[in-house]
């Protein structure tokens, strides 16, 4: 009897310390990515550019002024266009988006028959960059001249 009483009241006395555990646990979750937002010129070209390209599911936008189009991106979140770019930009291949297929062979037969130009990192036309990791990447330019790069990363 007295061991239960004594294992009664240890358990009693941990629970504060249990409740602290979990508070700690919660205030130490790492931020996720909700969106990422590309401002394009022409939000129907840039819109039929990535579900084409990509078969990018379009979700509804809450705004409805016609200068929004939203996609999921499963877990990663969504991506959304904006409609107000002035025009094309200048942008450097370090600042990309990138997503990953099951064969990046495969995407190129894809993108060749949409008559997609694609280079390799360091922008020899047609080819394929092999990281030293194995992986197979590529770059081209949506409608607006932001970089995208594909790769066959499975992790």
């Keep these: 009897m007295k061991i239960a009483v004594l294992m009664a009241t240890a358990l009693i006395a941990l629970i504060p310390f249990h409740k602290t555990m979990a508070q700690t646990?919660?205030?130490?979750?790492?931020?996720?990515?909700?969106?990422?937002?590309?401002?394009?010129?022409?939000?129907?070209?840039?819109?039929?550019?990535?579900?084409?390209?990509f078969e990018f599911i379009q979700i509804p936008e809450p705004f409805h002024d016609g200068r929004h189009t939203w996609f999921s991106l499963g877990p990663a979140g969504q991506l959304h266009l904006i409609q107000g770019a002035k025009g094309k930009?200048?942008?450097?291949?370090?600042?990309?988006?990138?997503?990953?297929?099951?064969?990046?062979?495969?995407?190129?037969?894809?993108i060749k028959a949409k008559e997609i130009a694609y280079e390799n990192w360091a922008g020899a036309a047609q080819t394929v960059t092999l990281r030293v990791d194995g992986i197979k990447q590529i770059y081209f330019q949506d409608p607006d001249g932001h970089w995208l790069e594909v790769n066959d990363d499975h992790n």
């Design 89 to 110: 930009g200048n942008f450097d291949k370090n600042e990309h988006l990138c997503f990953s297929v099951s064969s990046v062979e495969t995407f190129i037969e894809k």
């Design 25 to 53: 646990e919660k205030k130490q979750t790492t931020a996720r990515l909700n969106h990422i937002a590309v401002y394009v010129t022409d939000l129907e070209k840039s819109t039929a550019f990535y579900k084409d390209v």
